[in-house]
Each structure stands twice: as structure tokens, then as C-alpha cells.
């Protein structure tokens, strides 16, 4: 089995900074695409930012110049540092990977549990 465990979340001031770590666990062969979502209450889930197995990352555009997304390979571990939060910054952020499990000559989606960011004064 795989799994994804995210860490990293907490209150912050509006302006100030979290980094947040999300580490894959398991059978896993290779991994493809790693990246976070983020879900705000009464709003639907929504892509935060992508980092391809070869470099390639992608962002939201309420998050670009804000947000950096890494990964370290080794450690089977995707980060995002965020910087210069804002209150509508506020959710549930999710880790996500698109990978290759042992045994299994697919790719499939994998989610973590989620971890609460609040931005507020």
C-alpha cells in the first residue's frame, strides 16, 4: 500500500510563512507528479501547484510569485513554501501524487489525509 502523509500546517498572521512537506510511503516503484491541492470551506478542491518528475511545475495564478513548490527525490518528498499568506489563503491543503506502485504496471492518483492552513489576524 501507499501512502502520503502531509505536515506543516498551522495559524499564521496574514504576510507571514509556512512550508509545508507531504511524504510518500510504501510500494512505490517510481513517482511521477507530485503537487498540492487546497479546499476552502464551501469551495471545491482546487489545484495549488505541480512538480513533475523531470522539473516541470505548474502554479494557480492566485499563488504564483507566492508560492514555490520542490521536491526532493530521495526522500520521496514534495514541499511548498508559502510565502506572503493571505486570509483567502485559508484551507485544507492535500497532497497528491500521480505514481507507479510495485506490482501495479499503472499510474494512479494518491491523496493525503489533508493538513489545515489559517491565515487570520
Known amino acids: 500500500q501507499v501512502q502520503l502523509v502531509e505536515s506543516g500546517g498551522g495559524l499564521v498572521q496574514p504576510g507571514g510563512s509556512l512550508r509545508l512537506s507531504c511524504t510518500a510511503s510504501?510500494?512505490?516503484?517510481?513517482?511521477?507528479?507530485m503537487g498540492w491541492y487546497r479546499q476552502a470551506p464551501g469551495k471545491q478542491r482546487e489545484l495549488v501547484a505541480t512538480?513533475?518528475?523531470?522539473?516541470?511545475?505548474n502554479y494557480a495564478d492566485s499563488v504564483k510569485g507566492r508560492f514555490t513548490i520542490s521536491r526532493d527525490n530521495a526522500k520521496k518528498t514534495v514541499y511548498l513554501q508559502m510565502n506572503s499568506l493571505k486570509p483567502e489563503d485559508t484551507a485544507v491543503y492535500y497532497c497528491?501524487?500521480?505514481?507507479?506502485?510495485?506490482?501495479?504496471?499503472?499510474?494512479?492518483?494518491?491523496w493525503g489525509q489533508g493538513t489545515q492552513v489559517t491565515v487570520s489576524s
Open positions: 497528491n501524487a500521480d505514481l507507479t506502485a510495485l506490482g501495479i504496471p499503472n499510474n494512479y492518483d494518491y
Open positions: 510504501g510500494s512505490i516503484f517510481r513517482i511521477n507528479v
Open positions: 512538480f513533475t518528475n523531470g522539473g516541470s511545475t
